[in-house]
């Protein structure tokens, strides 16, 4: 396999200094010479963790309650092109973030890539203990990490091109082709969206209910097999125990194997074309760092097939 991997070490997108470091943290636990040595893949890396100071604007106002938007969106947009320019290639793209507003890049790049490549639309697998598909309105944080799922689809809407309106049907997704897995913390006007465009979503309710083997049959089987999945894994989806380390914490969430579990079923359709493993944050509960790193490289691993036999 060719993977390309972008190294964004952006926190932006929320307030809490050091989910900006998480790629490196990765990186110096060994998971690159990992995937070339145990899991045989050649890959692309320029390198560098790459911090976009230079995209900083001079000032950077809230703007329809967002905050830090004009930078939130430079760097997407650059991300979007990074991950583009390896998905253009056939490469299986691997994103360490940063916070999730980095998947307006992500998601928009893969989408434009399959359509060119392929004429095709993605699908994309949220993991997650939150939604993110706050419009800049239904947000009470007006922190984009919150946002990134409305942009793409294009429940947001903006014609500003430094506000996110770089965005054009080619980057989004439609919420037919999203799924949701290990919500349990969705805000009110959150729901209500959820609701009205009967986006398909597996809360933790129902990984109780069904078990995590029977979520993966339902969620892939609405997918469809044969289509392209970009997976944009939040490590805040696996419960706290194992993943401590992480800006908004929720109890109750997914057990270590079940995360790893659902990476394993999306490496086995055979039809990954992309991964982000964002929000680790090694500076809070620094005693749970290393496990925290631990969990996100176990899932990036297991997503690029390492326990299938
Ligand atoms: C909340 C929290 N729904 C917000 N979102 C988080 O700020 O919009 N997303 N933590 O990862
Ligand atoms: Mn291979
Ligand atoms: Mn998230
Ligand atoms: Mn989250």
């Known amino acids: 396999h ?13 307030p809490k200094p050091g989910v900006d470091a998480a790629p490196m943290a990765l990186i110096e636990a060994g998971l690159i010479k990992e995937l070339e040595n145990d899991l045989d893949m050649k890959v692309a890396f320029d390198g560098q963790v790459h911090n976009y100071a230079e995209l900083l604007p001079a000032e950077d106002p809230e703007y329809r309650g967002m905050k830090r938007p004009k930078f939130v969106s430079a760097v997407t947009k650059t991300v ?77 809407k903006e ?22 897995i290990g919500l349990r913390d969705i805000d009110r006007g959150e729901k ?28 892939l089987g609405w997918i469809g097999s044969d289509t392209p999945i970009h997976l944009s894994f939040d490590i805040d989806a696996l419960d706290p125990m194992w993943a401590p380390s992480t800006g908004t914490a929720v109890r109750g969430g997914l057990t270590l194997r079940e995360g790893d579990f659902i990476a394993e079923c999306v490496a086995e359709t055979g039809s990954l074309i992309a991964l982000d493993l964002v929000e680790v944050n090694p500076s809070l509960d620094e005693v749970g760092a290393s496990d925290t790193i631990r969990a996100g490289n176990s899932i990036i691993r297991c997503a690029l097939g390492d326990t299938l036999l």
Not at 97 to 114: E, F, L, N, W, Y
Not at 136 to 153: A, C
Request: proline share 2%; with cysteine.
């Open 159 to 180: 014609d500003r091109e430094d506000c996110f309106g770089w965005l054009k049907p080619e980057h989004m997704l439609s919420t037919k082709k999203l799924v949701y």
């Open 192 to 219: 209500k969206i959820l609701r009205d465009h009967g986006i398909k979503a597996f809360s933790m309710h129902d990984v109780d209910r069904h078990g995590i083997g029977k979520v993966m049959d339902m969620a």
């Open 2 to 14: 060719d993977v390309g991997v972008v190294a964004v070490g952006f926190s932006g997108g929320q």
């Open 80 to 156: 979007s092109d990074q991950v583009y320019n390896y998905a253009k290639d056939g490469k299986l793209v691997l994103t360490l973030g940063g916070d999730h507003s980095i998947a307006m890049g992500t998601i928009s790049g893969t989408a434009k890539a399959v359509r060119e490549r392929l004429g095709r639309e993605i699908a994309v697998i949220w993991v997650d203990a939150h939604a993110d598909i706050n419009t800049p309105e239904t947000s009470d944080s007006g922190n984009i990490h919150g946002m990134p799922v409305s942009f793409l689809t294009g429940l947001a």
